[in-house]
């Protein structure tokens, strides 16, 4: 069960123009008989082809919020990016309020659990110069590129768990560790949280047991907040815990000088090619965050990230700081580490045999250096290298290449007209007639 994905495709609704491959960062779109498919062990879930598919064919496969009836005591954990789908005059007490009106028994902000790993960072992250600079564990998409793309990197990423998973440890272990049948809800921005429910990364089982995305429960919610009668004071996170909705939240929030922020996931490679290369120097903690601006550019936010950005800046301006650290720190039993290893993730398997994976590289390399090099997309990979590792691995042809298919044709022409040549001119019919 190591690949399991919340980003699908409706084929009904692919038309295959190919404008998701060129985006995809791990390569994992092809497109074929004019329909896309997601090579499943390449997928880092990170939405940039639900962004860019103009025909809305991918999408994300999320909890239907029925699921809540399968449990009898649900708590929901929003993500802070949810208060900036929300205008300046919904306060955050009034959106927990309106979340919990839609079926929770309870509310937990992810915001909270943010501040408790905000405290763990600053306290565990000794300055050991080998694993520095340390990159954040917070956007499971990046850890998954780190895996496929960056294996050399993983020793650097912070073994903390991400506040949405440290969050229902604390709600099933700390404030409500005697209720039976408990279900602790994520409302996420993105698809790479909800596969990192489905399939975790760095620890064996989520504790979270649903995930709504949040473009999906925003019309209704948005609709329970406008009905309010009573606010509850619900609000319990920091300005630092909520500012993690955004670029350069997380980082600031550590206090550390030489931090650094990277957002979108275009940037995070070349960023991260640059660290590999040896040429990024002088930075303690890197936060890379696959969606531009952070998570409130996430596949599944409703808003323009810029606009949410801005709310949430003013939004957490209006909180204490009091709360840093969060208010459960000293007495939580959850185990804020992770508890497995992240291992790193051959995207592309040639052979079993060692000797036979070599000689079908070279076979790449000659077949990559005998096509155009334009990477132009038409073949329906990304790049002429990707085509032939296809070709090698026998799911494509070479004269997928339209160049290779017209040069075939134009030869298949050539020879045509070669053997018309070499036949006896055809007989008038009166010659015929003799
Ligand atoms: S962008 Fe990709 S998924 Fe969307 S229609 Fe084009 S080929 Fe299909
Ligand atoms: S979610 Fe990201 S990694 Fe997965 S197929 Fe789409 S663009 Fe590629």
Redesign the pocket.
Known sequence: MSNIHS?ILDEDKCMGCTN?IA????E??RVRHGKAS?IEGR???????IRVCPHHA?RAQSDAISLLEDFDFTIAVPAPTLYGQFKDHYSIDQILTALKSLGFDDVFEAAEAADIVTNELKKSLQKKEEQIPWISSSCPAVIRLIQIRFPGLIDQIVRLESPMEIAARIIKNDIYPDKKNIGVFFISPC?AKITAVKNPLGSKSSSVDGVLAMNEIFIPLHAAAGRLEEVEALSKASSWGVSWARSEGESHSTEWSETVAVDGIDNVLKFFEELENGKIKHVDFIEAMACPGGCVGGALTVENPYISKARIIRKAGMLKEENRGGRLIPNTHAVLGMDAEIQPKQALKLDEDFKAALEKMAMIEDIADSLPGLDCGSCGAPTCRALAEDIVTGTAKKNDCIFVLRDEINHLTENLAELGSWMPPLLSDEENNK
Request: net charge negative; with cysteine; proline share 11%.
């Open positions: 980003v998701c985006h995809c960062p791990t994992a779109i997601i997928c880092i879930d990170c939405g940039e082809c991918k698809p």
